[in-house]
């Protein structure tokens, strides 16, 4: 079953703005992890952030992590068309079998128009 | 970084027909390998986890026998789809991790279409 959800499930926005997406979870993570989807491409890693951080940077982007919450944040600063693209946000969730398997989001769509 | 492979990247074929498909980790050895399949529009939802040298664990509601993964080596996992129908069309995609406690690698999926 999914355990994350995302918010906004799309989002339009103009170049240079910045972007925010939201994700929540349900159960105690490892580590929370963010990865970007082209259209009909694979995935590709954006970001980890493990369960004892709560900010973390790299590039343009910037993740926060609220375990009190269950909740994630991925900002883009400064988007640009080729940005756009759907953004999940994946968990590995703690505990018993579920060791590095990783749970992914619905995903937010995100367009950035030139 | 590190560099995932999937071949085919889109195979059509008729309905019963099995097909198989080749996940490779270029320039690492996995000793962990997933699966997963994501309809249009949707996220992506893990069938199974393989790992070397032992049979694939699968997820709840994932026909093992319809879904054969293998993972006979540190650098390949092949997922067979079996007597293959159009609900299957799908597109699947697989991740390599090393150690399992960190990013897994995704490779670039594999459109199956049933006719």
């Known amino acids: 079953s999914q355990q994350g959800e995302e918010d906004p499930q799309a989002l339009s926005i103009q170049e240079g703005e910045n972007a925010t997406m939201n994700c929540s979870y349900k159960?105690?993570?490892?580590?929370l992890q963010w990865y970007r989807q082209n259209s009909g491409r694979g995935l590709v890693h954006l970001i980890l952030?493990?369960?004892?951080?709560r900010e973390k940077h790299s590039g343009r982007l910037r993740v926060t992590l609220d375990t009190s919450k269950k909740s994630s944040s991925l900002l883009i600063t400064a988007s640009r068309a080729a940005d756009t693209a759907s953004y999940f946000c994946?968990?590995?969730?703690?505990?018993?079998?579920?060791?590095?398997?990783?749970?992914f989001g619905q995903g937010t769509i995100l367009t950035v128009h030139p | 970084g590190a560099v995932v492979s999937q071949h085919p990247s889109w195979v059509i074929c008729k309905s019963g027909t099995s097909v198989k498909i080749e996940c490779r980790s270029l320039?690492?050895?996995?000793?962990?390998m997933f699966w997963y399949r994501q309809f249009p529009k949707q996220s992506l939802m893990l069938m199974a986890t393989?790992?070397?040298?032992?049979?694939?664990?699968?997820e709840q509601g994932v026909e093992k026998d319809k879904f054969l993964i293998n993972h006979a080596s540190l650098t390949l996992s092949t997922l067979t789809v079996t007597s293959a129908h159009p609900e299957d069309s799908s597109f699947y995609i697989c991740?390599?991790?090393?150690?399992?406690?960190?990013?897994?690698?995704f490779g670039p999926g594999t459109r199956l279409t049933v006719l």
């Open positions: 320039d690492f050895q996995a000793t962990t």
């Open positions: 991740s390599a991790s090393w150690d399992y406690i960190n990013e897994q690698f």
């Open positions: 393989s790992n070397e040298g032992s049979k694939a664990t699968y």
């Open positions: 952030i493990r369960s004892n951080e």
């Open positions: 159960t105690s993570i490892n580590n």
């Open positions: 994946a968990t590995d969730r703690a505990g018993g079998t579920s060791y590095g398997k990783l749970t």
